[in-house]
C-alpha cells in the first residue's frame, strides 16, 4: 500500500494560524490574493513584508496540533509514503514527518531577489523591512509561491510522480481551488487510487472523492486511520 497525503492551510486551523479563505486570513483590510503575489511585492515590498512579518509571528508561537502528529505517525504504518504540503509554516516537520515535499515553499526561507542566494532566517520580529540580503545586501522576497508562479520544478515532479501511483490519497484541509495543486486529487484517481477527503466544508475535491469524512483534520485522520 502506497499512500500519498497532501495538506492544505486547513490542517494548522487547529493550530491557531489563520487559513486563507477564512474571515481570519484577513490582515488589516487586504485579502490573501491582494497581498500573495509578485505585482503586490513590485508596488509595496514593505507592505507584503509587513503582512509575512505578522504572519511568522504567528507561526513561530504555533505548535503542531493531533493532525500533524498522526501524519507523522502514517509515515511509520505505510513502507511507500509521501506527504506533500501546501503549506509554508514548516508544523508538519516540526511534528516529526520527513518525508515532505512542500509544494509552496517555506516561510522562514527567503530569496535573493539580486543574487538569487536562498537561506533560512529565523527572526521574529524582522529587524529591518523590508530585509535585505546578509551577503549582497539586495531586496528580500520570502523564498513562497505566490499567486500566479509556477511551483518548484523538482517538487512539482516528485509530487505528480508519487500521486499517479499510490493506493491512496488522504486530502486534508485544502480549499482545491489553488491550481495546480488541486489537479492531484484528479491525478490520483485517474491512476486508479482511491481518494480520501478531510474538510468541515464541501470543496471541489468532494465531488470526485470516494470517502469524505466532514470533520476537523485531527478527528477525521483518527477516522482515516481507524478505516486502515
Ligand atoms: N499554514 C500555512 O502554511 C498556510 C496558511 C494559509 C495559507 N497558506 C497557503 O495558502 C494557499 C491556500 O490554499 P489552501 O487550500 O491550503 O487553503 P485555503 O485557505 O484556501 O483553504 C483552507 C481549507 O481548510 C479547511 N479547513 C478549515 N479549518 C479546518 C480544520 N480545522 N480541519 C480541516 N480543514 C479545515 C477549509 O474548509 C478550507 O477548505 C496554499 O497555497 C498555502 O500555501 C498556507
Ligand atoms: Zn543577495
Redesign the pocket.
Known amino acids: 500500500m502506497k499512500l500519498a497525503v497532501l495538506t ?7 493550530s491557531g ?6 474571515s481570519s ?1 484577513l490582515w488589516k483590510t487586504f485579502k ?1 490574493e491582494e497581498l500573495a503575489t509578485p505585482e503586490a511585492f513590485k508596488n509595496d515590498p514593505k507592505l507584503v513584508w509587513e503582512w509575512y512579518d505578522w504572519r511568522r509571528a504567528i ?1 513561530n508561537k504555533a505548535e503542531p496540533n493531533k493532525g500533524h502528529l498522526l501524519i507523522a505517525k502514517l509515515e511509520d504504518l505505510f513502507e511507500d509514503f509521501l506527504l506533500i504540503t ?4 514548516g508544523l508538519h516537520q516540526k511534528a516529526g514527518s520527513k518525508k515532505v515535499v512542500e509544494l ?1 515553499g517555506n ?1 522562514w526561507r527567503v530569496l535573493c531577489t539580486a543574487c538569487g542566494r536562498r537561506y533560512y532566517d529565523y527572526r521574529v520580529p524582522l529587524e529591518e523591512i523590508p530585509p535585505r540580503c546578509k551577503h549582497c545586501k539586495g531586496l528580500l522576497r520570502p523564498d513562497v509561491v505566490w499567486f500566479g508562479e509556477s511551483l518548484p520544478q523538482e517538487e512539482w515532479e516528485t509530487a505528480i510522480k508519487f500521486v499517479k501511483s499510490c493506493s491512496i490519497l488522504l486530502v ?7 491550481y495546480p ?1 488541486a489537479q492531484l486529487p484528479l491525478l490520483a484517481k485517474q491512476g486508479g487510487a482511491k481518494l480520501v477527503e ?4 464541501d ?1 471541489p475535491i468532494s465531488e470526485i472523492a470516494d470517502i469524505m469524512i466532514k470533520k ?2 485531527s478527528e ?1 485522520i483518527e477516522e482515516f486511520i481507524k478505516l486502515l
Open positions: 492544505g492551510a486547513g490542517i494548522s486551523a487547529e494560524v489563520p487559513t486563507f479563505r477564512g486570513g490573501p507561526i501546501q503549506n509554508v509554516d509552496h516561510i486534508v484541509g485544502t480549499s482545491g481551488v489553488v495543486a478531510i474538510n468541515p466544508e470543496t476537523k483534520a477525521g
